[in-house]
C-alpha cells in the first residue's frame, strides 16, 4: 500500500479542511491518504484520511514555551508527524541530531514519523547528492527503531518551485536509500517523493522504483488537485 501525504504547511482553516475531508471521504483509494496540517486543525474526523502534524518538540515536557509534545499530539489525534522538513532545517536551524531526537518522540508516543532528507542545489551541483542524503538517512533515524518509520526524500531545490528531478535522478536518490536503510536493518522501509508532486507528474513519480508514495506541498490544499493525485497512485 502506497502512501499519499499532503503537507498543508502553514496554510488552510477548519473550513478548507472539512470540504477537503467530505470530498476524499466520497472515494475509495487503494492507497494511505494522510494530511498533515497545523497544530489547530487535528481533531477531524474522516473515514479515508489520517492526520498527522508537520513537526514535534524534541523535549518529552516542560518549560519549553510554544512547543507541543508528542504526547499531546498522540491525544490530540495525530497519527504521523514530519520531521525534520527542509523548511525546519533551513528557517530553525534543526540538525540531524535534532530530527533524530524528535523521531525518537513520536514514536515513544506511537506516532510514526515522516522523516524527511533531500540534497541543496548547491549539494547537487557538486554532485554531494547521494553521500548528502545517506549522512542524512544514517544521522536522522534513531538508532534501534523497532516501529514504523517513513523516510521522504524531498530535494531542497525541487520544493514549492515546480520543478522536479527526472525520473532517473528519483530512481538513483531512492536507491541510495533502501540501500542505506536495508544497511540499517530497516529494509523495507517506505521511502516517499516530495518536491513539486502535481497532477501531470504524479504517474512518473509513483512507476519509479522504491518509490512507496509522494509527500505533497501546494497541491495537497485543493480537493482538485489532490483527488486525481489520490486516485493515481495505487
Ligand atoms: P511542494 O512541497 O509539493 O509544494 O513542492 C513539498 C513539501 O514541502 O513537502
Given amino acids: 500500500m502506497k502512501f499519499v501525504i499532503g503537507n498543508w504547511k502553514m496554510n488552510g482553516s477548519r473550513e478548507i479542511l472539512r470540504g477537503m475531508i467530505q470530498q476524499v471521504d466520497g472515494l475509495?483509494?487503494?492507497?494511505?491518504?494522510v494530511l498533515c496540517v497545523p497544530?489547530?486543525?487535528?481533531?477531524?474526523?474522516s473515514k479515508n484520511i489520517a492526520f498527522g502534524a508537520q513537526d514535534v518538540s524534541s523535549?518529552?515536557?516542560?518549560?519549553?514555551?510554544?512547543?507541543?509534545?508528542?504526547?499531546m499530539l498522540n491525544e490530540a489525534g495525530a497519527k504521523y508527524v514530519i520531521v525534520g522538513h527542509s523548511e525546519r532545517r533551513m528557517y530553525h536551524d534543526e540538525t540531524n541530531d535534532i530530527v533524530r531526537e524528535k523521531a525518537t518522540r513520536a514514536l515513544e508516543s506511537g506516532i510514526t514519523p515522516i522523516i524527511c532528507v533531500g540534497e541543496t542545489m548547491d549539494e547537487r551541483r557538486a554532485g554531494k547528492t547521494m553521500d548528502v542524503i545517506t549522512a542524512m538517512v544514517r544521522e536522522s533515524v534513531p538508532a534501534n527503531v523497532r516501529d514504523d518509520i517513513i523516510i521522504a526524500y524531498e530535494p531542497r531545490w525541487a520544493i514549492g518551485v515546480g520543478v522536479t528531478p527526472t525520473p532517473?535522478?528519483?530512481?538513483?536518490?531512492?536507491?541510495?536509500i533502501a540501500d542505506?536503510?536495508?544497511?540499517?536493518?530497516?529494509g523495507g522501509t517506505?521511502?516517499?517523493?516530495?518536491?513539486?508532486?502535481?497532477?501531470e507528474n504524479i504517474d512518473d513519480i509513483v512507476a519509479v522504483e522504491n518509490v512507496g508514495g509522494v509527500l505533497v506541498g501546494g497541491a495537497s490544499l485543493k480537493p482538485e488537485e489532490f483527488i486525481p493525485i489520490i486516485q493515481s497512485v495505487k
Fill in 190 to 199: 517506505p521511502i516517499l517523493y516530495g518536491g513539486g508532486v502535481n497532477v
Fill in 180 to 186: 542505506t536503510l536495508s544497511y540499517m536493518g530497516l
Fill in 28 to 33: 475509495r483509494p487503494e492507497n494511505r491518504v
Fill in 59 to 71: 523535549h518529552e515536557r516542560g518549560a519549553y514555551t510554544g512547543e507541543v509534545s508528542a504526547t
Fill in 168 to 176: 532517473d535522478e528519483v530512481m538513483h536518490a531512492h536507491g541510495v
Fill in 39 to 45: 497544530f489547530t486543525l487535528l481533531g477531524e474526523k
